[in-house]
């Protein structure tokens, strides 16, 4: 009888870690058309582009959202290389083309953030600005549908983000979740 008991225990408990959370969303996102040929941008300390069109990001994208342990999230996105004047070139991971990995939380009043700060060229190459590329899920629970935006703020180097020339692209998305 013991050992019956301990097979349902285990048994039970099985099913109850089967029966929790998806650890993996898949998601089919859709990045605002309009706004990549006449992107939303914003700058202080210089003047707005006249050329506001984004080269090298994908308008139709597919997204893995992982959780991890104490509620860490990890969103794996296609390998992100795009330039935007007043941005300039952003790039997550220079060394290949495989997709990019970047680390992000739940928010407190639900929603979720991911956030990576990297080093931002000119067409030239030479290190010009410190960038923050964010994404932002406002949807309060990862479900069948997703929306948020992208956003990419870069300032100049060397300077202060209170007081240097900065600029900040804005680009809104949806997503619908793929079932594997």
Not at 111 to 131: C, K, N, P, Y
Request: charged residues 25%; contains cysteine.
């Amino acid at each position: 009888m013991r050992g019956y008991t301990w097979g349902v225990a285990v048994a039970s408990l099985m099913g109850l870690m089967g029966c929790g959370e998806d650890d993996t969303y898949l998601y089919d996102v859709s990045l605002d058309e309009a706004a990549l040929s006449n992107v939303p941008i914003e700058c202080s300390g210089q003047d707005v582009p006249e050329d506001r069109t984004v080269e090298g990001l994908a308008a139709q994208q597919r997204w893995r959202i992982r959780r991890g342990e104490l509620d860490s999230l990890s969103l794996e996105l296609p390998d992100v290389d795009f330039f935007a004047e007043g941005i300039g070139s952003f790039v997550i991971d220079r060394r290949d083309d495989a997709p990019d990995v970047i680390d992000g939380a739940a928010a407190a009043g639900g929603g979720f953030q991911f956030v990576h700060l990297t080093e931002g060229l000119d067409r030239m190459g030479h290190a010009r600005s410190d960038q923050a590329f964010t994404i932002v899920i406002e949807t309060k629970t990862l479900d069948d549908t997703i929306h948020g935006f992208m956003r990419v703020r870069s300032m100049l180097k060397f300077r202060a983000w209170n007081t240097s020339p900065q600029c900040a692209i804005t680009i809104p998305f949806t997503g619908k979740r793929v079932r594997e």
